[in-house]
């Protein structure tokens, strides 16, 4: 059986290198000039053109069996990049993009250097020059999941903690959302990873895109409660309790799906990963310093992004809910807390106090904090209660002292057990004089 790729024929003192193909051509080429088979045959054989044997044919008779090799083969290609070009691209990437990737430098070389060359191109330009390692990810065996049929059937979300703004600005935490049917991509920097900033890039991407069906997250304790059930909730038939934001989703009318491992929700953790290469490098390149200018460059770099890697779906419906004008998103999307009117008619919240303004029937109210700061009590009809808060509580006024003779000891009965005792007679006349002195 021949070699694979190789074979060798001696031609005088040279070696005439070709693959298995070409040996096949030849063999047959030979046939037709001994006339052990036609050029019909032939065609037929090699799945070539009756044209075409016939112009290997001529070859391999004018040239020999090197006829029937590539005259380009050794020679360098008429398409090459010139050396100044390649100079220049080695010398832009160690000054500006030192840590790209070659797909991401390639990006850039276009847009703000102005060189067009391919990513394999650059990939291996960098690998000659030692600027670039060739890696491999080893990839653990996963059950492979089918993606969501429509756009808005389900988005992964999740927040990612990161340097985003690298030595330039405070870190900050990428509250992210992917849709799992088309890879629509939103997201919003935050402090913190919490219930208020989780409320409130939800409430984001429901004034872009709508109310999803599901929403599929991890076991965070923003996500997923981690208390045990009350008195009276077990008396209500509650299965498990709920976090704020399972609540606020829940009076929405989206499902809550929690994840039990990172990879069950891959394509929002695959996301973080490139935004962490991409973003990073994109927002260093514009000079970005605080959040308020990074979440300016995620409206602008978004729908770009979007455009470019987003699938199209199965099904092109799109079965986002928008929620109408009067529909109140706020009322939702805020801390809700039960508590109890007092004797006073006023509500104690947050180490506060607040007086309540009207009459309230039930003695349970809601305290809602929204998402702008404001503070709002709410009656169990739904009424917005007026108050006001009680910075200066009063001070409790201290009885007077009363003048008069301290107070008289109290003596024992007369049948008191220690009186019927003969043995302490003598003390118990000492210890009553010096009572009634």
Wanted: with cysteine; proline share 5%.
């Amino acid at each position: 059986m021949l070699p694979k790729k190789l074979g060798r024929f001696m031609v005088g003192e040279d070696v005439i290198r070709m693959s298995l193909r070409e040996l096949r051509r030849l063999k047959v080429a030979h046939d037709i000039l001994d006339r052990r088979m036609t050029q019909r045959m032939a065609s037929s054989t090699l799945s070539l053109s009756e044209r075409h044997v016939r112009r290997l044919v001529k070859l391999v008779r004018e040239f020999g069996d090197g006829g029937i090799v590539h005259r380009g083969r050794g020679r360098p290609s008429n398409r090459r990049f010139p050396e100044k070009i390649k100079e220049r691209v080695l010398s832009v990437y160690g000054k500006k993009y030192g840590d790209f990737g070659p797909t991401l430098a390639a990006e850039k070389l276009v847009a703000m250097e102005g060189i067009r060359v391919s990513r394999e191109t650059v990939r291996q330009w960098l690998v000659a020059a030692g600027l670039w390692e060739k890696r491999r990810r080893k990839r653990g065996h996963r059950q492979w999941r089918e993606r969501k049929g429509c756009f808005g059937e389900m988005v992964q979300m999740d927040g990612s903690h990161h340097a985003w703004l690298e030595d330039r600005g405070p870190e900050l935490v990428l509250m992210g959302y992917i849709d799992d049917a088309t890879n629509t991509v939103y997201g919003r920097f935050y402090d913190y990873e919490g219930t208020m900033p989780a409320m409130d890039s939800f409430k984001g991407y429901v004034r872009k895109y709508g109310l999803p069906l599901s929403v599929y997250l991890d076991k965070h304790t923003t996500y997923k409660s981690q208390r045990k059930l009350t008195a009276e909730e077990e008396l209500e038939g509650v299965c498990e309790p709920m976090s704020q934001f399972e609540r606020a989703l829940d009076e929405l009318g989206v499902k809550v799906i929690h994840a039990h491992s990172p990879q069950a929700k891959g394509r929002i953790e695959r996301l973080f990963g490139v935004f962490q290469d991409r973003l990073v490098k994109e927002m260093r390149l514009r000079g970005i310093k605080t959040k308020a200018e990074a979440n300016a460059f995620l409206q602008e770099y978004l729908p770009t992004f979007n455009q470019r890697f987003r699938v199209t779906p199965a099904n092109q419906s799109d079965v986002h809910i928008r929620p109408e004008r009067y529909f109140n998103l706020e009322r939702s999307l805020c801390l809700k807390t039960n508590r109890t009117v007092r004797n006073d008619n006023t509500v104690a919240h947050d180490k506060k106090l607040y007086q309540i303004k009207e009459k309230v029937i039930s003695r349970k109210v809601i305290v809602e904090e929204r998402l702008n700061g404001s503070l709002h009590v709410i009656s169990r009809s739904g009424v917005n209660l007026k108050y006001r808060e009680i910075t200066e509580r009063p001070q409790k006024a201290t009885p007077p002292e009363r003048p008069g003779h301290p107070p008289k000891p109290t003596l024992p009965s007369k049948d008191h057990p220690w009186k019927r005792s003969p043995l302490k007679v003598v003390m118990r006349k000492k210890m009553y004089t010096q009572l009634t002195k």
